[in-house]
């Protein structure tokens, strides 16, 4: 069902790079939120895009960054890369105002920091 | 920030059993999500359900926001509902794509 498209699809970058990922939201969705999920966790929030602003943010630095785009397409940017970074990202799409306030999440991206 | 709390952390069963995965919060809630994740990495929605009981074939879930609790029931479990099962929930007043996951309850069913 889920529309939600997510690339690449795994990257690899060493500690200090600067990495960008991308997710184009399910059709008729407005709003887009990025989650880090590291091995053997559920996910955690990292910030919600609506109206190419930012929306809520989770407990992570500012070197993570996001965009969202007129289409509701958006980006992830991630600077000074650290070996912690090295998780799945995922992103999840809704459409605010809708009584069912579901999140469809993409396959995700699965970023190793060597 | 609230807690959400997932049990049993691992289950095992033979094709056929059913199950009751729990999930447990410790505020109010407008907003709670279950989800399959399956071995390649994807997030299944199964359901929405801040309050109430729905069902979805073999699946079905139950909340009961004013005890702080949410049941997924799986019957007639299948190989292919392997994989690992989270409870999501929204704390209410934040903003609506902040979802606060649990640890997630790994189930394995062999054939």
């Known amino acids: 069902e889920t529309g939600v498209t997510q690339s690449p699809t795994h990257l690899i970058k060493t500690r200090g790079q600067q990495v960008t990922l991308r997710c184009s939201s399910q059709s008729g969705h407005n709003t887009v939120s990025w989650y880090q999920q590291a091995l053997g966790q559920g996910p955690q929030f990292i910030f919600q895009?609506?109206?190419?602003?930012?929306?809520g943010r989770g407990n992570f630095p500012p070197r993570f960054s996001g965009l969202q785009f007129p289409n509701y397409s958006s980006e992830l940017n991630v600077n000074a890369l650290e070996l912690d970074d090295s998780a799945l990202y995922l992103c999840?799409?809704?459409?605010?105002?809708?009584?069912?306030?579901?999140?469809?999440f993409g396959s995700g991206t699965q970023l190793s920091v060597l | 920030g609230i807690q959400v709390e997932q049990s049993p952390p691992d289950l095992i069963l033979q094709e056929g059993a059913n199950s009751t995965l729990r999930c447990n919060f410790s505020?109010?809630?407008?907003?709670l999500q279950w989800f399959h994740q399956n071995p390649w990495g994807q997030l299944i929605n199964l359901f929405y359900?801040?309050?109430g009981t729905k069902q979805n074939g073999r699946l079905s879930a139950t909340t009961v926001a004013t005890e702080r609790y949410s049941l997924l029931y799986i019957s007639s479990s299948q190989t292919t509902d392997s994989g690992v099962y989270f409870c999501a929930v929204v704390v209410g007043g934040t903003s609506y794509g902040k979802l606060t996951f649990g640890q997630g309850t790994i189930l394995t069913v062999h054939p």
């Open positions: 505020d109010s809630v407008n907003n």
């Open positions: 999840a799409s809704s459409q605010v105002g809708q009584h069912n306030e579901k999140l469809f």
């Open positions: 359900i801040p309050s």
């Open positions: 895009y609506y109206r190419e602003e930012e929306n």
